[in-house]
């Protein structure tokens, strides 16, 4: 006979076997779901890297148009788009009025890469890391605006400091910081209160999840 707990034991050990297996039956139906789609690569890279792919699912419509918006159409610099994951960001800085020679797309994983380089055939896409942002771009070339989505929360205190710190160095004086964090309350990065001055600040409650959208300008 088995014993009290040797029953509750085999009844926990096949509960979890349940558990993982229904998840992993609903892991496989959501990804045949959206088969073909971006949102399904997008699920994909956070699960292989959720560190460098912040959120599960592309921006919303509302997120981007509200990330574009702060961006001057007009100017002789460039725009500098950081993590670009499928393009949702991408497209809404081509919407606002951005031309195409005067973008930058940055993006680190190899599969959004090649997503966004055959999405947009006609833009500069550059495989590389934030970090080292001055070496991917040409040189002395004016930076007007960085339009971020990289989960900087999730980085390294180190890593952070070297984005800021390419920040600081190609923008220039009067330049835009475009950034978004799912860290509604608090949770500001104190490296940008070194030379970046805050200006906008909004939630897009319309976004899953929720975004804090925060523009910043560059003081000298």
Not at 81 to 108: H, K, S
Not at 180 to 206: N, P, Q, S
Request: glycine share 10%; proline share 6%.
């Amino acid at each position: 006979m088995f014993k009290n707990a040797d029953i509750a034991a085999w009844l926990t050990l096949g509960g979890m076997r349940a558990v993982r297996t229904r998840c992993a039956i609903g892991w496989r139906r959501t990804v045949r779901a959206l088969e073909g789609r971006p949102a399904a690569l997008f699920l994909r890279q956070y699960v292989a890297h959720p560190n460098v792919v912040g959120s599960v699912w592309p921006s919303s419509p509302w997120l981007v148009r509200s990330m574009a918006r702060p961006v001057p159409a007009q100017g002789d610099g460039l725009v500098i788009e950081l993590g670009a994951g499928t393009g949702v960001v991408t497209q809404a800085l081509l919407d606002r009025g951005i031309a195409p020679e005067r973008l930058r797309v940055i993006e680190r994983e190899p599969t959004f890469v090649r997503l966004l380089r055959r999405r947009f055939p006609g833009l500069h896409v550059i495989q590389g890391d934030a970090r080292k942002l001055g070496a991917l771009l040409d040189d002395g070339a004016p930076v007007d605006a960085i339009v971020s989505s990289l989960p900087l929360r999730a980085f390294e205190s180190q890593d952070v400091d070297a984005v800021l710190g390419q920040w600081r160095t190609l923008l220039r004086p009067g330049g835009q910081v475009v950034q978004f964090t799912y860290v509604l309350v608090g949770g500001e990065l104190e490296g940008l209160r070194d030379g970046f001055a805050e200006c906008e600040r909004r939630i897009v409650w319309a976004n899953v999840p929720p975004a804090k959208l925060t523009v910043f300008t560059r003081v000298v």
